[in-house]
């Protein structure tokens, strides 16, 4: 399969054309359209947009928030920074329809600590929008008015789970809430409030534009539309690269060129560790996370040394609030350094940390404690040295 | 000649406001031009925003890009997440640690320069990266990664 470019096609359409077109439906009929798109969130989570926004439509509550995730912390990934760079006009024009379409005239932006640089852009693409009636007060000379800010974020992974990054906006500490109450009912100072990831944002104009009939015959079944892939590591073209939801993971190494492949880490460090015998499974949301990030690893890399990487990541960046999490991955980076240097003496000694791997699943609050054992369960049974062979536990 | 902190969280209040909402980004006002949050920042954005100073210390604890301590005058955070690795980052900075005759998390004796390794930064596809204060530097080498620290004032 050849790449598939909308997001990131030379030719976009003209800035205001999809809010023009929004502007001229009902609020429900916009939220109507996207919902039949069947988009899913782009974050990773993949919740679909469409109802998500039906909820925080239907949200009895004033100041309604739009939200845009663009705290891109996930190991591996960097399409969110592209979008930023040079679609930021696409992403605030998906803002501003989601306003319109939930009922809202307030947007932030939250900005990850580590772009700073991409706030002038940003900034400019509001502006320039301002000037042409398409954001601000009375956009188009109507009684709509829309507007964003951006906030940045202090360096926390954390933060990108949405309700963490709902208590960062509001000054405390980014630990992950209960749930419910969801955002769509109770979100940023209790408002009803959705939030979405830049791509999510980025997809909607050309939603409006197409229509959702259009965006369906995009990607394979369920799984609708186009998806950015970050890809790094073992290959010889890294970068972004947009394919139809449901492409292959062989497909994608393919454009980005991958020898000798060991292995494939797919949706970041939280994602799942594949080997060169899963190249035909699929990026959607039924297989492989398609959350974005794709690392490759080839035959000279020690998989271990892989593993200690993600598992320092999440002891960093753990909020410590679950005892399954904070404390689980202190332990599974032990054992790792353990096997890595051969001191585990049967497989017996590796029961425990499944067991482990399997608590932490359950036990922890958000998708962090949630995920953060997939790469050791992964990397250890797949592609380990243990006594008596590799892998297989 | 920098601002006194009690300065700038009063001009930071009047651009965010005075709501606990504006924390997060009084504290970025200091800390971006101090380099650090004094004391004294502490206990005037409790008193503006009108939460105890334990509370705001709490807030600014969690994130790794505040700091308690004075820092140099310029903070470099070089990658250290896996593709970044792959890319080279642990030659990067032996380089730097070299050049600045400090190690990962100190600060040189003149006040120069901070050296800190960070989760991915986004810029997987250059590794090795690092950010220096604001500015990203990619696909760096031993000799690029040295001279650019050499420039640091
Ligand atoms: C630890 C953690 C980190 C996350 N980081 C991000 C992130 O950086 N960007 C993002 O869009 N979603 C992130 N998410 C998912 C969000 O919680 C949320 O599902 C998403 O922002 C919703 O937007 P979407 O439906 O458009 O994907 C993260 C989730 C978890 C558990
Ligand atoms: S799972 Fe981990 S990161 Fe998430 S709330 Fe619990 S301790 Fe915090």
Known sequence: ?393 | MSRNPVDIVTSAMEKYGSGREAIMQMLTDVNRELGYIPEEAIRAIAAAVGVSNAEIYSVLSFYSFFSTEPRGRNIVRLCNTISCRMAGAGDILAAIEDELGIRAGETTPDDRVTLETTSCIGLCDQGPAMLVNDTPHTRLTPDEARRIIAGLQ
């Open chain 1, 1 to 393: 399969m050849a790449e598939m470019r909308v997001l990131t096609a030379e030719l976009q359409p003209e800035a205001g054309a999809a809010l023009k077109k929004a502007l001229g439906m009902t609020a429900a009929d916009v939220v109507f359209e996207v919902r039949e798109s069947g988009m899913k969130g782009r974050g990773g989570a993949g919740f679909p947009t469409g109802i998500k926004w039906n909820l925080a439509g239907a949200a009895s509550g004033a100041d309604k928030m739009v939200i845009c995730n663009a705290d891109e912390g996930e190991p591996g990934t960097f399409k969110d920074r592209l979008l930023l760079e040079k679609y930021s006009m696409q992403l605030l024009e998906g803002m501003t329809i989601a306003g319109y379409a939930i009922g809202s005239s307030k947007g932030i932006i939250y900005l990850r600590a580590e772009y700073p640089y991409l706030v002038p852009a940003i900034m400019k693409a509001r502006q320039d929008l301002i000037d042409r009636k398409l954001m601000g007060h009375f956009i188009l000379g109507g009684n709509f008015t829309f507007d964003v800010e951006v906030r940045l974020g202090a360096g926390a992974y954390v933060c990108g789970e949405e309700t963490s990054l709902i208590e960062s906006l509001e000054g405390k500490r980014g630990e992950p809430r209960n749930k419910p109450p969801f955002p769509v009912n109770s979100g940023y100072l209790g408002r009803p409030t959705i939030v979405n990831n830049v791509e999510t944002f980025v997809n909607v104009p050309h939603i409006i534009l197409n229509g959702s009939d259009w965006y369906r015959g995009l990607g394979i079944g369920e799984n609708t539309g186009t998806k950015l892939f970050s890809v790094s590591g073992d290959v010889e073209k890294p970068g972004v690269y947009e394919l139809q939801m449901g492409s292959t993971i062989g497909e994608l190494l393919d454009l980005a060129g991958a020898e000798d492949v060991q292995a494939v880490q797919v949706g970041g460090a939280s994602g799942i560790t594949i080997t060169a015998g899963e190249l035909e499974r699929t990026l959607s949301f039924d297989d492989l996370p398609p959350g974005g990030s794709v690392i490759v690893f080839d035959r000279s890399r020690d998989m271990m040394d892989v593993l200690e990487n993600f598992l320092e990541f999440f002891v960093h960046e753990s909020c410590g609030q679950c005892t399954p999490c904070r404390e689980g991955n202190v332990r599974l980076l032990d054992v790792t350094r353990s096997i890595r240097d051969g001191r585990i003496a049967s497989r017996e000694e590796l029961k425990d940390f499944f067991m482990l791997a399997e608590i932490m699943k359950l036990g922890s609050k958000c998708g962090l404690g949630q995920t953060s054992p997939n790469c050791f369960v992964d990397i250890v049974t797949k592609l380990a040295e243990l006594p008596g062979g590799k892998g297989g536990i």
